[in-house]
């Protein structure tokens, strides 16, 4: 068998072979690779099935190469069916996923701006709307993101939390800025 043609590697077989360098391996031609020139081999452990290791050989090292016969009978090398519903359904759900990341962070706002929205965000519903952010589609907190720059719509009791929330972790990002 001439090292250098690919087409002449026949996956399944069980070789041992010597390389220039004076190595001897032993085991199933798992793949061969015509770009770089490169042998697999599949090796069984001896003492277990279980536990396979992959050797990569370079074919120009490869002195010596005996036929040792195939490995065991055919397996069925078939893939198994691919349901494209449940693919589909997870691409839906990652994309939705990563679009709501996405949208949590602010577009030309500050890092000081990300790290009020990321924390406040964490214990009340936050969104983004161009550099506002809105907490329960009701309290709207502009730049600079004070007590200050908060204003309601309606139930002052929950613009008065959202203050509340706001002044905390002002003061956490302060402290922890320290």
Not at 31 to 40: A, E, G, R
Not at 74 to 96: G, T
Request: aromatic share 6%.
């Amino acid at each position: 068998m001439d090292a250098q043609k690919g087409s002449e590697w026949i996956v399944g077989v069980k070789v041992r072979i010597k390389t220039s360098i004076g190595d001897e391996v032993e085991g199933e031609i798992f793949s061969f690779d015509n770009v770089t020139n490169c042998l697999i081999l599949e090796n069984s452990s001896a003492h277990t099935t279980l536990k396979k290791s992959y050797r990569i050989i370079k074919t120009t090292i490869i002195k010596e190469i005996q036929y040792l016969g195939k490995e065991k009978q055919e397996e069925d090398q078939s893939l198994p069916q691919v349901n494209i519903n449940k693919v589909v359904a997870k691409e839906r759900s990652v994309i939705k996923q990563q679009r709501e990341e996405a949208s949590r962070i602010g577009v030309g706002v500050s890092e000081e701006a990300q790290q009020i929205f990321d924390a406040l965000s964490k214990t009340l519903p936050c969104r983004w709307q161009k550099d506002t952010i809105i907490v329960f589609d009701d309290v709207y907190i502009s730049n600079p993101y004070t007590i200050e720059s908060c204003r309601g719509s309606g139930d002052a009791k929950t613009l008065d939390r959202v203050k509340k929330v706001l002044e905390g972790e002002r003061r956490r990002l302060a402290i922890s800025k320290s």
